[in-house]
């Protein structure tokens, strides 16, 4: 079992920057894909960014690319998602999730194994 813990949402203006953050616990962080996802109300979960085991790799949805950065600290078990130039649009809450494999199902909610209880992202025009 994978434990996933979100931190870092909050209130902030259109055009402002927040640092989200997922820590886990419970196996190997190294040996496991990580991957952000969004859900806004009455939306479907939304693929936004993941991240290869070593952080070679990335790769983002087009609605947050080039805003967004994914990043992972395999020493601190975290794998964090720099937001910049933030609009009303990417509010949701945000969940981090884990899965083995690097590839092209990596944007497929369903393909993770491992899902945190998610952070509350609130942005106001």
């Known amino acids: 079992q994978v434990q996933l813990v979100e931190s870092g949402g909050g209130l902030v203006q259109a055009g402002g920057s927040l640092r989200l953050s997922c820590a886990a616990s419970g196996r190997t962080f190294s040996n496991y894909v990580m991957g952000w996802f969004r859900q806004a109300p009455g939306k479907e979960r939304e693929f936004v960014a993941a991240?290869?085991?070593?952080?070679?790799?990335?790769y983002y949805a087009d609605s947050v690319k080039g805003r967004f950065t994914i990043s992972r600290d395999n020493a601190k078990s975290t794998v964090y998602l720099q937001m910049n130039s933030l609009k009303p649009e990417d509010t949701a809450v945000y969940y981090c999730?884990?899965?083995?494999?690097?590839?092209?199902?990596?944007?497929?909610?369903?393909?993770?194994?491992?899902w945190g209880q998610g952070t509350q992202v609130t942005v106001s025009s």
């Open positions: 999730a884990a899965r083995n494999r690097w590839d092209l199902l990596v944007r497929n909610r369903g393909s993770y194994d491992y």
């Open positions: 991240i290869s085991w070593s952080g070679g790799s990335t």
